[in-house]
C-alpha cells in the first residue's frame, strides 16, 4: 500500500501533518524491529561469485603455460598475456595490441595512471602535472564518488559538469575544455553511468573525439566498467570511441579502463587500460620500474574460462538473470508508491548495478539519515558529487546487486516510507 495519496497536493497544511505523524509512528514501529540491511555498495552478491567458481580449478600442476608456453608461475610479460588482451578485446572492441593488462582493479590502475601523469607528464604535455601552476578535471554529476576520491585525493580541481540522458552536457564540456588549459581531464562512465545507469549517445561520443583542447596533453580517463553488464536485452548501444578516435588520429587522448570484477571475482579479477600507442610506450616505462609482472596465472584462469566470446556472453546472461528482478523490484516498489506524485525521479537502467533516485530538494540527506536509524544503510547523500556536496541535496544511490530480494523487498519498504516523510516534512517547512 502507497504511504501516500494520490492527492496529496489538495491536502491541507493541517491534513500533511496527521498524514506525516501516521508515518512517523510507523517509522517507529520499523526502528524497533533493529534492522541490518546494506544497499550502500555496487558488490556482486554471492550468487554471482559462485558462476565463476569453476575458474578457481583451471589452473593446476598440469595447466599453467599460457598459449605461447609462457611459465605463468614466473617473473615477466609486463603488459599481460596474449590471450587475456584477447579477452579485454571481446569486452571493449578494442585491438589486443592497444591493451596494457595490470591487476586486479581498474580503479588501481587510474590512480597509477593519474600519479604517472603528476609525476612525469604525458606525451605531447610539457611538464608533468605537478609542475602546472593550476590543475582541473571535469566532474559529470551524479557520477563515481571514487573517481572524485583520487582527485581530491592528488589535489586536483573538480570542476562539476551536469550529467543528462545522453551523457555530459557538452556544450558546457566543449566550452571549458576548449578554452581553460588548467582543465587536463575528464572522468567518465560511458555506459550504465554511475549511478544514473545512462549510456552516452552517439553524439556525445563523437564530440568528445572532435574536442580540440586547449591544453595539449588534455586525456579522458573513459571508465567503460559496465560494457557488456547488460540487465534488460537488447542492452543499451555504446558507440566504440576507439575506433572514432582512430578515424581522427587522437587515440592518445583516451585512457579506456575495465576489469572482471563484477564479471568474475570482484576481489580477485583483472584489468586492463586501452589506449593509443604513444600512451602505451608511456606506461610500460613506468610500469617496468613499478613492477616485475603481474598475476599471469591468474590472467590465464580468467583466458581458460572464458574460450571465446560466446562463453563470455553466456556468462554475462546469467548475471543478468540474478540481477534483473532485483533491478525490477526496486524500480517496481518506488512506481507503486509515487508515481505520477512528483515528489521523486528515478532511472529503470538496461545495466549497471544502481537505480539513481532525485527526491525534493533539500530532502536527501534526511531520506538517507532516516534511512540509516531505521537500520538500512545507503551511499552517504552527496557522494556522487565532487567534494560530497549535492548543491540541491536531491541525488540519493540505491545499490541493488548485493543483498537478497527479500532484504531488497524490506529495504525499499523503509526507504520509500522515508522518503514520504521527508517530502510531507519539507512541504510543511516550505508552507
Not at 579485454?88 to 595490470?102: C, E, H, K, M
Not at 560466446?310 to 554475462?316: I, T, Y
Amino acid at each position: 500500500m502507497a504511504f501516500l495519496p494520490a492527492n496529496l497536493y489538495e491536502l491541507s497544511p493541517q491534513e500533511k501533518q496527521v498524514l506525516l505523524d501516521q508515518l512517523e509512528k510507523q517509522y517507529k514501529s520499523i526502528q524497533e524491529e533493529k534492522l541490518h540491511l546494506d544497499m550502500t555498495r555496487g558488490k556482486p552478491s554471492p550468487e554471482q561469485l559462485d558462476l565463476s567458481l569453476p575458474m578457481l580449478s583451471l589452473v593446476d600442476e598440469k595447466h599453467y603455460k599460457s598459449e605461447n608456453h609462457t611459465d605463468c608461475r614466473n617473473y615477466g610479460v609486463l603488459d599481460g598475456l596474449s590471450e587475456t588482451k584477447r579477452l579485454f578485446s571481446w569486452i571493449l572492441d578494442i585491438p589486443a595490441d592497444n591493451i596494457f593488462v595490470g591487476g586486479n582493479s581498474s580503479l588501481n590502475l587510474m590512480y597509477d595512471v593519474l600519479v604517472q601523469a603528476m609525476l612525469y607528464g604525458v606525451p605531447g604535455g610539457n611538464k608533468p602535472w605537478k609542475d602546472e601552476e593550476k590543475i582541473s578535471f571535469l566532474c559529470p554529476v551524479p557520477g563515481y564518488d571514487r573517481h572524485f576520491a583520487i582527485l581530491e585525493h592528488l589535489g586536483i580541481e573538480m570542476i562539476p559538469v551536469r550529467l543528462g540522458d545522453n551523457g555530459p552536457d557538452m556544450e558546457t564540456v566543449v566550452s571549458l575544455v576548449e578554452s581553460n588549459p588548467s582543465i587536463k581531464g575528464i572522468f567518465c562512465v560511458p555506459k550504465y553511468s554511475n549511478p544514473t545507469g545512462i549510456t552516452y549517445s552517439d553524439e556525445v561520443v563523437k564530440a568528445f573525439v572532435t574536442l580540440k583542447p586547449a591544453a595539449p596533453d588534455f586525456r579522458i580517463f573513459w571508465d567503460n566498467a559496465y560494457a557488456i553488464h547488460h540487465i534488460d536485452y537488447p542492452g543499451d548501444h555504446l558507440l566504440n570511441v576507439f575506433e572514432e578516435a582512430k578515424n581522427h588520429h587522437c587515440e592518445d587522448r583516451f585512457y579506456i579502463f575495465s576489469s572482471t570484477s563484477k564479471i568474475t571475482f570482484a576481489g580477485g579479477g583483472v584489468a586492463c587500460v586501452a589506449t593509443g600507442k604513444k600512451n602505451l610506450e608511456a606506461l610500460k616505462k613506468h610500469y617496468g620500474i613499478q613492477t616485475i609482472g603481474y598475476d599471469k596465472l591468474n590472467q590465464l584462469r580468467h583466458a581458460l574460462f572464458f574460450k571465446d566470446k560466446q562463453s563470455l556472453e553466456s556468462h554475462m546472461k546469467k548475471h543478468a538473470d540474478i540481477l534483473r528482478p532485483k533491478k525490477d523490484l526496486v524500480v517496481r516498489t518506488l512506481s507503486e508508491q509515487f508515481a505520477n506524485l512528483g515528489i521523486v525521479r528515478w532511472t529503470n537502467p538496461k545495466g549497471g548495478y544502481f537505480v539513481s533516485l532525485d527526491t525534493l530538494p533539500g530532502c536527501a540527506k534526511m531520506v538517507v539519515s532516516l534511512a540509516h536509524e531505521a537500520g538500512v544503510k545507503l551511499t552517504p547523500a552527496g557522494s556522487t558529487f565532487p567534494y560530497k556536496n549535492d548543491p540541491k541535496d536531491t541525488s540519493i544511490r540505491l545499490a541493488f546487486s548485493y543483498p537478497s530480494l527479500k532484504e531488497i523487498e524490506k529495504a525499499m519498504e523503509v526507504i520509500s516510507l522515508c522518503i514520504a516523510i521527508a517530502s510531507l516534512r519539507s512541504m510543511l517547512h516550505q508552507k
